[in-house]
């Protein structure tokens, strides 16, 4: 059936469009479905990441639970080299740091709480390895250095705990003005409905005539 002259133009007038315009169109729809199947691929990735590093984690707090440090060590050495950007990996270190400072071995503690510092994603968990380490850092004798991982910025979350082992560092040092000092912040920050953690912390402070 013959086009009319306004139909004839309307034609034309799309033709002239797609010649110009086509080649963009097909790029921008592919552009779309390869992002659409990427995101969908990324997804499933991972999830099977995630779930890889779970059963790796599932493996190395067994592994501690029955004292088994070779297999705590592969666990943890597959899910930092393998998996190192998922919360299992830091939360791996973590557990094998506890190993590590229970069985006396203040440096492969201290290589753990590092590595968190140094690749974990979460704020939280680096906060919290932050005060383990100058806990292990305490043990260790290094005082100053324990006191700069205290002194480091953290959340508001960890402000009593950090102010008290600030405290307890202090004490080691002989400063016990300023262990005081400490003391009190740590009681100010602590929570109301933690009596437990409140009073350790009034127990030191007293020892110094708090």
Do not use: C
Not at 8 to 19: I, M, R
């Amino acid at each position: 059936m013959a086009l009319d002259h306004e139909e004839q133009e309307q034609l034309a007038a799309l033709k002239g469009w797609w010649n110009e315009y086509g080649n963009l169109v097909v790029i921008v729809v592919a552009a779309i479905a390869i992002a659409a199947a990427s995101w969908r691929g990324w997804d499933w990735y991972q999830t099977k990441q995630s779930r890889q590093a779970s059963a790796l984690y599932e493996m190395l707090t067994r592994a501690v639970e029955a004292g088994d440090a070779k297999t705590m060590r592969d666990a943890s050495g597959a899910l930092a080299v393998d998996y190192p950007r998922t919360l299992y990996a830091s939360m791996g270190a973590l557990v094998s740091a506890h190993y590590y400072f229970e069985h006396h071995d203040l440096k492969g503690a201290k290589a753990q709480l590092e590595w968190v510092l140094g690749h974990s994603r979460s704020d939280d968990l680096k906060d919290l390895a932050r005060l383990r380490l100058a806990a292990v850092l305490l043990d260790d004798k290094a005082y100053d250095d324990a006191l700069k991982q205290l002194d480091a910025p953290h959340g508001e979350a960890y402000a009593a705990q950090y102010a008290a082992l600030k405290g307890d560092v202090l004490m080691a040092k002989h400063e016990s003005k300023q262990a005081k000092a400490a003391y009190q912040v740590a009681l100010d920050k602590a929570d109301k409905s933690d009596n437990a953690f409140r009073q350790s912390v009034k127990i030191r402070l007293e020892a110094l005539g708090g």
